[in-house]
């Protein structure tokens, strides 16, 4: 257990539709990332936010966005869902910011139908 | 552009073998690091070593090590006495830091399977 807990653990959704993937981080952690696992892409990073702020931004698309609330979980919103969206996200948090160490969740399966 | 290239989609390695599992990346920073992240069937991302690139001696954790060549971008992971809890998929990850900020790129993965 990383200490990380992501939620739902599953979501299946249609094309079209906006859901909202939750993490919360290992006490203590102030920072935040999300990732993409897709068979095609491998995993990709998306987004890291710190201490409430966005601090880095990757392969994230115009459709998604997150947000670090003050009591540090996250966010990620996904909208205008596509089949392509299909993929395994992954939360992980790390003490610091930059840290060389991130703690993964478990990670949310989504299935866009 | 930063690439991290796993060039072995799949392999495959005998109970109490050893088997080293590729990576290579590009980048024109000097300053960096590598991961090597397994993700078992339960999806969970482990980091099994990492490596700093000043340092020239090669990372070890306990089964684990790795051949860091950092004049030909190449960073294997070597895993002695495999067992079969090492089935997994493998993620070679390259960290850097830049602007005070910082970001992974991860390859696309080497499934390793274990047979009994």
């Known amino acids: 257990d990383s200490g990380v807990t992501q939620t739902p653990k599953h979501l299946i959704t249609a094309t079209g539709q906006r859901v909202t993937l939750r993490c919360s981080p290992r006490s203590g952690d102030l920072s935040v990332y999300w990732y993409q696992q897709s068979l095609d892409q491998g995993l990709q990073f998306l987004i890291q936010?710190?201490?409430?702020?966005?601090?880095a931004k990757g392969n994230i698309l115009e459709r998604f966005s997150a947000q670090q609330f003050p009591d540090l979980h996250s966010e990620l919103n996904l909208s205008s869902l596509e089949l392509g969206d299909s993929a395994l996200y992954f939360c992980a948090s790390s003490v610091g910011d930059p840290d060389t160490e991130a703690f993964f969740g478990q990670g949310t399966r989504l299935t866009v139908v | 552009a930063q690439t991290v290239t796993q060039s072995q989609p799949e392999m495959s390695v005998q109970e109490a073998e050893t088997v080293t599992l590729s990576c290579t990346y590009d980048t024109s920073e000097s300053n960096y690091y590598l991961f090597w992240y397994k993700q078992p069937p339960s999806r969970q991302m482990i980091l099994v070593i990492r490596q700093e690139a000043y340092k020239q001696q090669n990372a070890t954790e306990n089964r684990f090590s790795v051949n860091f060549q950092k004049a030909a971008k190449s960073f294997s992971l070597k895993i002695s006495d495999s067992q079969l809890g090492d089935t997994a998929m493998y993620f070679c990850a390259f960290m850097m830091v830049t602007s005070g900020t910082y970001k992974y790129i991860f390859g696309t993965g080497t499934r390793l399977k274990v047979l009994a």
């Open positions: 936010y710190y201490n409430g702020e966005e601090r």
